[in-house]
């Protein structure tokens, strides 16, 4: 037999260590979530006073499969100055408006609220 290079060889060593990258990333994925999800558990409940100062989405997938998926963020302003980013439903999303003062309830990186203040809304004539 000749010494060189054969294809089948090459690809016999190419696909495993394909496989066991994508698990790496699949698995490394799953423990970051559910890091999050215990740390998160982990920290108290606050409740505080904050400001709606923007708002923005991020579309994923879409193109030549024809399904996408829409992640809708917000930004809280409190009152120490710090911004606080939550990813919210898309129906909080359509509830908030920039500018809308109230109090925000989260648990670490958990959005769990906001509720508007009552002056601020006003109502139809």
Same mark, same amino acid.
């Given at each position: ?22 698990? *790496?990333?699949?698995?490394? &994925?799953? +423990? ?12 108290? #409940? /606050? ?14 997938? *879409?193109?030549?499969?024809? &399904?996408? +998926? ?12 710090? #911004? /606080? ?41």
């Amino acid at each position: 037999m000749e010494a060189g290079f054969d294809m089948f060889d090459m690809m016999s060593v190419i696909v495993p260590v394909f496989f066991v990258i994508i698990i *790496g990333i699949f698995i490394f &994925s799953i +423990s970051k979530g559910i890091s999050e999800w215990s740390n998160n558990n982990k920290q108290p #409940r /606050l409740s505080v006073n904050a400001k709606v100062v923007s708002k923005r989405t991020k579309v994923s997938g *879409g193109m030549n499969d024809h &399904s996408s +998926s829409t992640h809708y963020f917000t930004t809280f302003e409190v009152e120490s100055g710090d #911004r /606080l980013e939550f990813n919210v439903s898309g129906y909080e999303y359509g509830q908030l408006a920039e500018g809308d003062a109230g109090e925000l309830t989260f648990q670490g990186t958990r959005y769990l609220g906001f509720n508007r203040n009552k002056a601020q809304i006003v109502p139809n004539e």
